[in-house]
C-alpha cells in the first residue's frame, strides 16, 4: 500500500527533522539533549560524540574550549557551580570505565626506572667531561704551563674547554651506548609525563648521574699523583747526587 497525501505530511525528512532537532536544542538545551540521549543506543551516543569531537577539530576548536562547551549544559556561555560538579562526576565516571583516559598517577617502578633511565647517560656525560678536563689540563700544564708561564687555573680551564668541544662530539655515542643497557622510560600517558613528579624524577636522576660520572672521571688524578711523587723523587736524588760529588773530591 502506498501512502496517501495526508501520510506523506507526518513523514521528515533528515534534514527537516535534523532542522526541528537543531530548533529545539537552542530553544531548550538540556531537556531536549536529555531526550536526545534517552532515544539512542550506546553505540549511535558514541556516533554522535565521535561526530561532534571531530568537527570541533575541524573548526580548530581547542580542547580547554570544547571541555567548558561540554560542561555549559544550558548554552548560556557561563559555567555554574552545578554544570561544574556534574561534569567532573561524569569525566571521572568515564575514567573508572576505561583506565586508559584517567590521569592515575605513576607507580614507583615508573618512577624509578625513569630516574635510571635518565641517570645512565648523565654518568657517561659526567666521567668524559671530568676525565678529559683532568687529562688535557695535566698536558696544557706540564708542556705549555712550563714554556709560556700558565697558571694551574689557566691550564685547567683550557683542559675545561676541550672536555666541553670533544662532549659535544661524544653526546650521540654515550647516548648509543646506554640504550645498549637496555634501560628506557616506560611506556606513559601524556598526562603522566607532564606532572611535576615526572619532571622531579628525571632531574634526580640525572644529577645522581652526572655527579656518580663526574666523581669516576676523577680517577685520572690518582695516576697524576703518582706520576708527580716519582718524578719529584728522581729529582730529590739527582740533587743529592750533584751534592755529594764535591764533598768526594
Known sequence: LQPGPAERKRFMTVKEATAKLVENLRRTPVDTAKQFADCLTPAERGAV??????QNTKEGVLETEEAFLEADSNMDGKLS???FAIYMALKRLEEERDPSKAKFWPSKEHLATTALASAIPFVG?????NAIMLMAGEGI????????????????GLGNLISDVVGLGLADTIEAQARRFGVSEPPL??????MPVMRATRTAGAVVGVSVGCLLGMVPLLFFDSAKKAAGKEKKEGEGEGEAEPAVR
Open 49 to 54: 560524540i565521535y561526530a561532534l569531537r571531530r
Open 81 to 83: 557551580r552545578e554544570e
Open 125 to 129: 656525560f659526567g666521567f668524559c667531561d
Open 141 to 156: 700544564e706540564s708542556s705549555l704551563g712550563v714554556a709560556l708561564g700558565i697558571t694551574t687555573l689557566a691550564a685547567a
Open 189 to 194: 600517558t601524556t598526562e603522566q609525563l607532564r
